[in-house]
């Protein structure tokens, strides 16, 4: 399985998705700062992994904090924290990865400092071990959603370079492959940043699936050929009356897909899910840097001066979603009550 985070005691172990799919070249973030760094350039990108990630960086700068007491840790915890938060704004995983570390951290403050240092390093760890079990849990719901044989359509890379393995939209395909039925996906490429045609194209070819790239303004005509049977995607996050946000191109997909009447599937875990807010106009979209749209591999595409937009994300309102598929089952319309019956009890 492709290691796209890991631990390790010189620091956190990343391959560098900038450089996919040409380049499998790994790169070692030796403090929290340079995990910040990594988020913000997209060494590491996709929201799962984005929440593993946050939680490796914090574990990092605790432990290695020259605190010597609980008061200053907690300080130094603090601001770790605020760094890594104001990386990306919009995969909610990464808000949960940092709240979960700030709760271990209380949860064992009566401990010596070492010990505390040693329990945040675990808890990243295990965090990383659980997303891929999630991931194969949502595999295995999503698997039977899935046509015996048919093309599948996806946007972005919600796969295992979008999570700690195996992926979300592409481990339901993976699970779905596994389990006997022919599929063949088809990859939006993506623009600007092509994590479709770079990514989701790079890490299924590794895997052996049938795999075409189309740019995104293909996926009507291939809709209308007759070509796609399902749509499944990931997201970054899931506001609590189903509204999806997930990368940009995702909306259109959407809607072609119901003009089609295709079905069109989100998987993800439940920490993508945001009860606290109502519907997706609460959720903040991130706009990413003009040159990734100005420029391609390096060379100038458009003129200069000329007006540029780059929200990194856009979101798909809840009645375009056939089904979202979690780890912990799937659910349907009215996602304000499913979503809610899905979280524990104190949620
Ligand atoms: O900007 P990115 O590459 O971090 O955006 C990633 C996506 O939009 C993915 O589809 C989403 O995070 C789901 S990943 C399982």
């Known amino acids: 399985m492709i290691k796209t985070v890991e631990w390790t005691d ?17 790169v070692t973030c030796k403090s929290y700062e340079e995990v910040a760094d990594a988020i913000r350039t997209m060494i590491v990108r996709g929201a799962p992994v984005l929440g593993v990630t946050a939680a490796m ?33 919009t995969a909610v995983n990464l808000f949960w990865g940092i709240r979960r570390m700030k709760s271990k951290f209380d949860e064992v403050s009566a401990k010596p400092v070492a010990q505390i240092k040693e329990a945040l390093v675990n808890e990243a760890c295990q965090m990383l071990d659980e997303d891929i079990a999630a991931n194969q849990a949502m595999g295995q719901h999503g698997a039977v959603l899935l046509p015996s044989n048919g093309g599948i ?6 796969g295992a370079l979008a999570t700690c393995g195996y992926g979300t939209a592409l481990g339901v395909i993976r699970a779905a492959v596994d389990s006997g039925k022919t599929l063949h996906v088809f990859a939006d490429e993506t623009r600007p940043f092509l994590q479709g045609s770079r990514l989701t194209a790079w890490e299924l070819m590794k895997d052996g699936i049938p795999t075409t790239v189309i740019s995104d ?16 995607v990931g997201a970054d ?39 606290n807010t109502p519907n997706g106009s609460g959720i903040p979209i991130e706009q990413r840097s003009a040159r990734e749209v100005t420029h391609m591999a390096g060379k100038q595409i458009t003129p200069d001066g000329v007006g540029i937009e780059n929200p990194a994300f856009d979101v798909t309102p809840h009645q375009y ?19 809610r019956a899905l979280a524990p009890a104190a949620n």
Request: contains cysteine; proline residues 4%; charged residues 20%.
């Open 10 to 26: 010189a620091g956190v172990r990343f391959i560098d998705q900038t450089r996919l799919p040409t380049e499998e070249t790994y």
């Open 57 to 89: 960086g914090v574990a990092l700068g605790v432990r290695d904090s020259q605190a010597q007491d609980l008061a200053a840790l907690k300080q130094d915890l603090d601001r770790i924290c605020a760094v890594i938060a104001a990386t990306r704004p």
């Open 153 to 158: 359509l996806t946007h972005c890379n919600a």
């Open 217 to 232: 303004n293909m996926a009507a005509a291939m809709m209308r050929q007759g070509k796609i049977d399902a749509v499944v």
């Open 237 to 275: 996050r899931i506001a609590a009356n189903g509204d999806v946000a997930n990368k940009i191109g995702t909306y259109g997909v959407a809607i072609l897909a119901k003009e089609h009447r295709i079905p069109f599937y989100v998987a993800a875990p439940f920490s993508t899910v945001d009860l």
């Open 321 to 339: 979603v056939t089904a979202i598929i979690t780890e912990r089952g799937v659910v349907r319309s009215p996602y304000s009550e499913s979503l």
